[in-house]
């Protein structure tokens, strides 16, 4: 077994290594320099000799992925690996490195981008997801090479990587926190494996973090002072993980009173991490994900808890202001991105706080902040900030510390030990603890053989036994599925992880699982994905799952949160009525309605398609509409329309909109006659279905008449349960004085005399909504002419 480490070995940053094992290469990281003024890239001159058969990657950080778009398209058939959320954030990261690269590619002294968009598209196309502790072949034709991805605790989406080979096994790292973040959780020390060979992160090697909880309350408690005294607090954050840490607290802070209740705003790159954040919910700790759940609220950017995320037209105005807030805005070091403007304007206030909360690169703005004197001015980009504001430092690390370290190497308890991704001090502080141990501590360039001079591969039994995941939700029962697959620890359950041949399950299947195992809540993809497969379940299925519930709005209601969509499952009865619309025919006339809107005639144009349909309505474009705006009054259709210009369609729809009015549906009479029924038998409600009370009308305009009327005055006297309609209790109905005088006057019925304002007349017996049609019997002008009056200028003599 032999390692290469091309980058990120006595330093931090371009963390790449080369693994020769079993007569194959496994690329892992292929990170950048990003602040570097030389040699940004990792040294490649290895792969030259031993091409890369495959690449892992740990996690998105840029001095773990910046190369790869580079090495990728060196190696075009190399399959690539990482976790769904690490591809997700790479997208991001990378795409904003080409940006930046361009940029300065612009600049006379600069180097020219090392790759492109393109490029970046490219590798992000070809990495294949994979889920925690599923066990996966890398290597197509190596099937005694075995990998895991372990949860690492660093950001969303990063792993460790354990390997089994039959030369030994291997533990790298990536990089690691032990310390549970607002985000993720730590790694969980009681399911490391333990592996013959490690090569673990150093970052702080020689550092102790102090008290995660302590430090967040001296953080807050700056902030606080700081809005106290009416200032103004800017926090650079890195975009990916501290960012999201920091407003968490933030807003925990806020929440509890403990800070004041100012708007928190959120700048930069920060923003589409967020909204990445919650859409992989899956991979965050427990608690945000019953945040999600319960409270159906954004995590990050939230304008009803006074969380904005700045537009960048907004940002002038944002500068301008004086009063006490909070911005997070990315870059963390003041090297780009929003957080320099920020910094440039509030530097000039005393009153104001810059307050970091992450690594600062020695040559970075930030750190010649930290190290500046009150009136100094420090550049920063294009701003130039003249310091006159407070500036504080506080530690959140996502990385282990030397003692928690000792602690994990301790676990894993490897036969060799490699130490990088740290400073040369760090890693030789830290290799002194390990006596028992052969600890290496390579420099950018070696090549070590591990395990040199003992006995490798005699233990071929797999250390580490992957647990199939159950997932449970609440109280109910861990999932008994449909399509559970049992997950064996080798290599075996390749394909399964890989090239997933379960079947796609039918949308009415996810309905199923769903409403079954949690019918009173919205789902995830992600969730519905684990109803349906259980164990089987494999990132890589998401598109799949995806793909079907395009079709999903006859059988969920969906919502967003944020950006996430969630999937509540529509009941049984609903679906019933959802189902039978999607069988809609073009030239069929519906009532539709809108969120707010009074309801409409429109026609259909095309059959549903995706829980959409084409229609026009009265006051509607012909534009697709969820089914769920639809009202089906049966058997009424106008086929012919389907030729006709829209503008036309629409015109006569309102026409005949207009000459429903005339019909004189009077609702208050169809609610006494639900009364009539109900009394005298034991039974308690009296329901009906829309579609039965349009087919109790006689003629077609009936029927559509009293589909409107319901949906316009019904509320009123009938209380709406799923697809039914149930009358109101008489009391409740007569309580309202108009209400009664209405129905007075409707058991009067036609012919009664009756006073008008002064005038005589006789009810007609036609009635509606709040209107009688009278009459007019005194003599005079007038006399036997029809009138409409309001119900309430109508007194019975
Ligand atoms: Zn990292
Ligand atoms: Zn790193």
Redesign the pocket.
């Known amino acids: 077994m032999e390692l290469t480490f091309l980058g990120g070995a006595a330093e931090v940053g371009a963390s790449c290594m080369l693994l020769r094992v079993a007569h194959h290469c496994l690329l892992v990281d292929g990170g950048m320099r990003p602040g570097s003024r030389e040699g940004r890239l990792p040294d490649l001159h290895a792969l030259v000799t031993s091409p890369p058969e495959c690449i892992l990657i740990t996690?998105a950080?840029i001095?773990?992925t910046g190369a790869l778009p580079l090495i990728a398209s060196l190696y075009p058939s190399a399959p690539i690996y990482a976790t769904e959320s690490t591809r997700a954030l790479m997208e991001i990261l990378l795409k904003d490195a080409v940006r930046i690269m361009e940029q300065e590619g612009l600049k006379p002294d600069g180097e020219t981008p090392f790759y492109t968009a393109e490029q970046v598209d490219m590798l992000l196309s070809r990495i294949q997801p994979i889920g925690y502790y599923q066990p996966f072949a890398p290597l197509p034709d190596a099937a005694e090479i075995s990998l895991c991805f372990l949860p690492a605790g660093?950001?969303l989406g990063?792993a460790m990587l354990y390997c089994e080979t039959p030369e030994g096994t291997i533990l790298h790292t990536?990089?690691i926190s032990v310390t549970d973040q607002r985000t993720v959780k730590g790694l969980d020390l009681q399911r490391l494996p333990a592996a013959d060979v490690m090569i673990c992160e150093g970052t702080y090697g020689d550092r102790g973090h102090g008290n995660r909880k302590e430090e967040e309350r001296q953080l807050m408690e700056t902030v606080q002072a700081t809005l106290a005294r009416g200032g103004r607090v800017l926090c650079p954050a890195f975009a990916v993980g501290r960012a999201q840490e920091v407003l968490l607290i933030l807003k925990a802070y806020r929440a509890s009173g403990h800070m004041s209740p100012v708007p928190i705003y959120i700048d930069g790159m920060i923003r589409p991490v967020c909204a990445l954040y919650q859409n992989q919910s899956h991979d965050l700790q427990p608690g945000l994900q019953r945040y999600l759940t319960n409270a159906r609220r954004p995590l990050f950017a939230d304008p009803d808890l006074h969380i904005f995320a700045v537009r960048s037209f907004e940002r002038p105005a944002l500068l301008e202001r004086t009063n006490p807030m909070v911005v997070v805005s990315s870059s963390g070091m003041l090297s780009g991105g929003a957080s320099p403007l920020y910094a440039a304007a509030l530097a000039r206030d005393e009153r104001n706080c810059i307050l970091f909360t992450g690594y600062q690169d020695e040559e970075s703005p930030g750190s010649a902040l930290l190290r500046a004197q009150r009136g100094d001015v420090i550049r920063a980009g294009e701003q130039s900030i003249q310091l006159y504001c407070q500036i504080a430092r506080y530690n959140l690390s996502?990385h282990v510390d030397a003692e928690q370290i000792a602690h994990v190497v301790a676990r894993v308890n490897p036969r060799h030990l490699f130490l990088v991704h740290g400073m040369p001090e760090a890693l030789t502080a830290l290799a002194r603890r390990f006596k028992r141990t052969i600890v290496t501590i390579p420099a950018v360039g070696d090549c070590v053989v591990a395990l040199e001079g003992q006995l490798a591969g005699v233990d071929l039994e797999p250390h580490y036994a992957a647990v199939p995941q159950l997932v449970t939700h609440g109280d109910s029962e861990p999932l008994a599925t449909t399509a559970a697959v049992a997950l064996s620890s080798r290599a075996t359950s390749a394909a399964a992880t890989l090239a997933p041949e379960l079947p796609v399950p039918s949308i009415e299947n996810l309905w199923r699982s769903a409403a079954l195992q949690g019918p009173a809540r919205p789902w995830t993809v992600v969730e519905l994905g684990h109803a349906y497969y259980g164990a089987g379940y494999r990132p890589a299925l998401r598109a799949q799952i995806e793909q079907v519930l395009l079709e999903a709005a006859t059988y969920f209601r969906i919502e967003r949160v944020g950006a996430q969509p969630t999937y509540q499952p529509r009941p049984a009865e609903e679906v019933k009525r959802f189902v039978s619309l999607s069988q809609l025919v073009p030239g069929m006339i519906v009532i539709v309605r809108g969120h707010q809107g009074s309801p409409q005639l429109a026609l259909v144009l095309e059959p549903s398609q995706a829980g959409n349909i084409l229609l026009i309505g009265e006051q509607w474009k012909a534009v697709p509409r969820p089914l769920n705006v639809i009202c089906l009054v049966p058997g009424v259709m106008r086929p012919e329309w389907l030729a006709l210009p829209a503008t036309t369609v629409k015109a006569a729809l309102r026409t005949w909109r207009a000459s429903l009015d005339e019909l004189w549906i009077d609702l208050f009479a169809w609610w006494a006659q639900c009364q009539e029924e109900h009394r005298g038998s034991d039974e308690q409600r009296e329901d009906f279905e829309y579609s039965a009370l349009c087919n109790l009308a006689q003629s077609e305009d009936e029927r559509v008449a009293w589909g409107l009327e319901l949906l316009l005055h019904g509320v009123n006297l009938f209380r709406h349960e799923d697809l039914y309609w149930i009358p109101f209790e008489r009391e409740r109905i007569l309580r309202d004085s108009g209400f009664a005088h209405h129905l007075a006057l409707l058991r009067a019925g036609k012919g009664t005399p009756v006073n008008v304002r002064g005038r005589r007349a006789v009810l007609t017996g036609r009635s509606n909504w709040r209107l009688f049609e009278v009459r007019w019997t005194e003599e005079g002008e007038g006399e036997g002419e029809l009138s409409k009056v309001r119900t309430v200028h109508i007194e019975t003599l």
């Open positions: 996690h950080h001095d773990h660093h950001i990063a990536g990089d996502a």
